[in-house]
C-alpha cells in the first residue's frame, strides 16, 4: 500500500475531495481530507465515508491511518 493508491481510492469515492496522504515508511499513513460533502455531518460520520472505501485494504495491506476532515469552504 502506498499513499497514491490511498489518496485514488478516497477521491473515486468522494469525487471532488481534496485528498493529502503522506507517509515515513509505507505503514503509517496520515490523511486530509477537504470535501464539500461532509458539511451537516458529524466527525465519526465523516471519517466513517472515508474509511468506506478502505475498509478491503485495511483487512489485507493497510495498516495505520491518521485521519483529518475539513469542510471544504469552510475556515477551520
Known sequence: MDADTISKLIISALPGAEVTVSSDDNIHFQATV???????????????????????????????????????????
Open 34 to 76: 477537504s470535501y464539500a460533502g461532509f458539511r451537516g455531518k458529524t466527525k465519526v460520520a465523516q471519517h466513517r465515508m472515508v474509511y468506506a472505501p478502505l475498509q478491503e485494504s485495511f483487512a489485507s495491506s493497510l495498516h495505520a491511518l491518521q485521519l483529518t476532515t475539513i469542510i471544504a469552504g469552510e475556515n477551520t
